[in-house]
Structures are given as C-alpha cells and as structure tokens.
C-alpha cells in the first residue's frame, strides 16, 4: 500500500492521527498532517484505511502497490 495525502486540503481536524498514529501525524505549529511513512505495514493497513473513511476533507487516499 502506498499513502498519499495533500496537505492543501487538510483541514487539521485530527482523524487520521488518531486513526493511525503509526502513519500520520500532524506539524505543531500549523496542525497540517504529514505522514511518518508512506508505505505502512501491512498491519498497518486496516488503521490507515479507517483513517481514508475518516477524513472530512478526502485528502488521504491509498494505491495498491
Ligand atoms: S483527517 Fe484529513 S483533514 Fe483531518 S488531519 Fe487528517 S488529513 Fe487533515
């Protein structure tokens, strides 16, 4: 699995941190998300698909690869 996010549309609300703190976080300063990795375990996954449900503003979205 590969993570993608864009980080123009984020709008901080923390879902995904919380989701899967393994994958996401988010910058102190600004509260825009970042990822830890791009390519998570595949333990992992299950989180960071919870994270893509999650996400008000559809700025995550995963690829099969
Ligand atoms: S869930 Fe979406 S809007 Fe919220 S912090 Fe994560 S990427 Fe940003």
Redesign the pocket.
């Known amino acids: 699995m590969h993570v993608h996010?864009e980080k123009d549309k984020?709008?901080?609300?923390?879902?995904?941190?919380v989701a899967a703190p393994d994958v996401?976080d988010?910058y102190e300063d600004s509260g825009v998300?970042f990822l830890r990795t791009d390519h998570p375990a595949p333990e992992q996954e299950g989180d960071v698909r919870d994270?893509v449900s999650?996400?008000?503003?559809l700025?995550?979205t995963v690829t099969e690869k």
């Open positions: 996010v984020c709008i901080r609300s923390g879902n995904c941190t996401f988010q998300v994270a999650m996400c008000p503003v700025a995550i």
